[in-house]
């Protein structure tokens, strides 16, 4: 194409974190434009928050609805080319289905809805649609991911045995939600967040990471959740047992009331000729280990990368990068597809989480609740 996509977004109006991160990493490839937004389910704060961001006024909207059915209605050369869904869980399923229902392409946070049952639904309005779906599982997006899913793709770790995640928080461990902290009030209330809390948040990145990286699917867990901030109801700590289809045995710990830890999502993946580790903090470093050779460590655009991971690497080896750069290459990635779709061409393999890694994440979630339901025991996905 010879021309940036135009995006619409709903939810993040001025003062969100997410809607926020969202704008920067669309933007960061210069294939993005944002074009619309409905950013508020108060009709004056949408439309403010339309006018912050400099968009024309006619293009801030009251409601999504009122916007996806407006977009619909515009001329090609201008009405928006997608959906980015940025609200909390419960808000997901509605705007999605009538997005897709509409026309439009659709990049969504995660998790995808807030029941299974919506999960599956809008698989199959997906399908329907013919329109692409993507998933903001972001972690996926760095380069040294992508390098970590290569080498275990190419058999450079032989058969593997065992997996260890873990993603652990600490901003939770005293009851912020009651102090309308608003990050933390959705995400303690089941009817926004629905019946995963930590497991729902941080859990399902820890799920997909594993299955993304290693390229097989969790089978069983058996899940024993916590629920330890005052008069919390939702589970903000875990530790998970995992089955895998190729039955390698896995180890999770997830937490929120870590107290002292920040963002520590961690992996580490062991075969049968090798091991690597993967530290979210650290996310330059890929450490792998070997029966016979020396400890190497692999860093972006550095040596001896897959083009998996080149092709992500955007600055010269030595430079960090991060979080919203792992961000963008979602939507770079997204908008690649949506590109090349748009031109009635085909991409075999499109690198991004899609809508069967957001039916993943709620298996994930409904697995793990009724397994602690049941004593921890085994429960497939």
């Excluded at 997996?163 to 089941?190: C, H, M, N």
């Amino acid at each position: 194409m010879s021309r940036k996509l135009r995006m619409g977004m709903i939810g993040g109006g001025i003062g969100s974190f997410i809607g926020d991160v969202h704008r920067k990493a669309a933007a960061i490839d210069g294939m993005i434009d944002l074009v619309c937004g409905a950013f508020s389910s108060n009709a004056d704060r949408s439309i403010q928050s339309g006018k912050d961001l400099f968009l024309a006024e006619n293009r801030c909207y009251a409601s999504f609805k009122e916007m996806i059915l407006t977009e619909k209605q515009l001329p090609e050369d201008v009405k928006m080319d997608f959906v980015a869904i940025v609200t909390p869980n419960h808000m997901h399923f509605e705007p999605a289905k009538m997005a897709l229902e509409n026309g439009f392409h659709v990049v969504c946070d995660k998790p995808m809805t807030l029941t299974i049952e919506q999960a599956l639904e809008l698989e199959e309005v997906q399908k329907k649609s013919g329109k692409l779906f993507a998933l903001t599982h972001n972690y996926t997006g760095h380069p040294m991911v992508k390098q970590a899913r290569a080498m275990v793709a190419n058999g450079d770790l032989g058969e593997i045995r065992k997996i260890q995640v873990q993603y652990l928080q600490g901003w939770l461990s005293t009851p912020v939600e009651k102090t309308g902290q608003k990050q933390a009030s959705w995400r303690t209330d089941p009817k926004k967040s629905g019946i995963g809390g930590a497991l729902g948040d941080i859990g399902t990145h820890a799920e997909n990471l594993v299955e993304y990286i290693t390229s097989l699917k969790i089978n069983e867990i058996a899940a024993d959740l916590g629920v330890f901030g005052d008069d919390r109801v939702l589970d903000d700590d875990g530790n998970l047992l995992l089955r895998m289809e190729n039955g390698a045995k896995g180890i999770m710990s997830i937490s929120q009331i870590a107290l002292g830890e920040e963002n520590n999502l961690a992996i580490k993946v062991y075969g049968k000729k090798g091991s690597l580790e993967w530290h979210q903090e650290n996310p330059n470093e890929l450490i792998t280990h070997w029966l016979e050779e020396p400890v190497k460590i692999f860093t972006p655009n550095g040596n001896d990368l897959y083009p998996e991971a080149l092709n992500v690497s955007r600055i010269p080896a030595g430079h960090p990068e991060g979080y919203l750069e792992a961000f963008a290459t979602i939507y770079k990635n997204f908008a690649t597809h949506v590109m090349v779709v748009n031109n009635n061409e085909i991409i075999e393999k499109p690198d991004y989480p899609t809508i069967k890694d957001g039916v993943r994440g709620m298996k994930f979630i409904y697995a793990a609740v009724s397994s602690d339901e049941n004593n921890a025991a085994w429960t497939t996905l």
